[in-house]
């Protein structure tokens, strides 16, 4: 039973344009939200995070939008650039916070950003 | 930054043999190191968290004595794999963690195992 949801496995958009790539998930135990963006032969680097007790984060050309109710979270990137072509992981996490937790995992979603 | 360093990034063998993959924490030292899997198209999926000095804690449905981990230094831990079968070709990553902020966990390069 997948806990985090990441419905679409691609996502093309041109450059300039808004990137928005969502994630559901289906633990209420889940109070903390990450975002990573793996290359390939890399492993996945941290992007930006959200607590459950915002709505709304944001850094640089990344925004992350949290709604609770609906079990939905979302990343905008605005404006898409070629470089930000990766596969993009949700994770979630019930600890509270620290690094010593247990991530779960979304499938990923294979983003192309073409020139 | 902090850097994660895991060995072999790729690694062939027969049926029935062990494979051993080493995740180093490069510039911190984690008391805690998380291993993963993912099969193709599926999720990271956590196998075991690996605690410095004490057993590693399984996740439900991971076999604890085909895969061994030890954790025996603050800068250190192993996966091995014992008594590989094809099944268990995967792609397998650590994550260590050198701070309390959630977004100082730090991946690996991760480990593409084929067992033929």
């Known amino acids: 039973d997948q806990q985090v949801k990441q419905n679409s496995p691609s996502l093309s958009v041109q450059e300039g344009r808004i990137s928005i790539l969502n994630c559901d998930y289906t633990?209420?135990?889940?109070?903390?939200f990450l975002w990573y963006k793996k290359y390939p032969a890399e492993g996945p680097t941290f992007l930006i995070s959200?607590?459950?007790?915002?709505d709304k984060n944001e850094d640089g050309r990344f925004t992350v939008f949290l709604n609770k109710s609906a079990k939905h979270l979302s990343l905008h990137i605005v404006p898409s650039q070629p470089g930000d072509s990766a596969v993009y992981f949700c994770?979630?996490?019930?600890?509270?916070?620290?690094?010593?937790?247990?991530?779960?995992f979304g499938k990923g979603t294979l983003l192309t950003v073409n020139p | 930054g902090a850097v994660v360093s895991q060995h072999p990034s790729r690694v062939i063998c027969k049926s029935g043999t062990s494979v051993k993959i080493e995740c180093r924490s490069l510039?911190?030292?984690?008391?805690?190191m998380f291993w993963y899997r993912q099969f193709p198209k599926q999720s990271l999926m956590l196998m075991a968290t690996?605690?410095?000095?004490?057993?590693?804690?399984?996740e439900q449905g991971v076999e604890k004595d085909k895969f061994l981990i030890n954790h025996a230094s603050l800068t250190l831990s192993t996966l091995t794999v014992t008594s590989a079968h094809p099944e268990d070709s995967s792609f397998y990553i650590c994550?260590?963690?050198?701070?309390?902020?959630?977004?100082?966990?730090?991946f690996g390069e991760g480990s593409r195992l084929t067992v033929l």
């Open positions: 959200i607590s459950s007790i915002k």
């Open positions: 690996s605690n410095e000095g004490s057993k590693a804690t399984y």
């Open positions: 633990n209420s135990m889940f109070d903390y």
């Open positions: 510039d911190f030292q984690a008391t805690t």
């Open positions: 994770a979630a996490s019930a600890s509270g916070g620290g690094s010593n937790y247990k991530l779960t």
């Open positions: 994550s260590a963690g050198g701070g309390f902020d959630p977004g100082e966990l730090f």
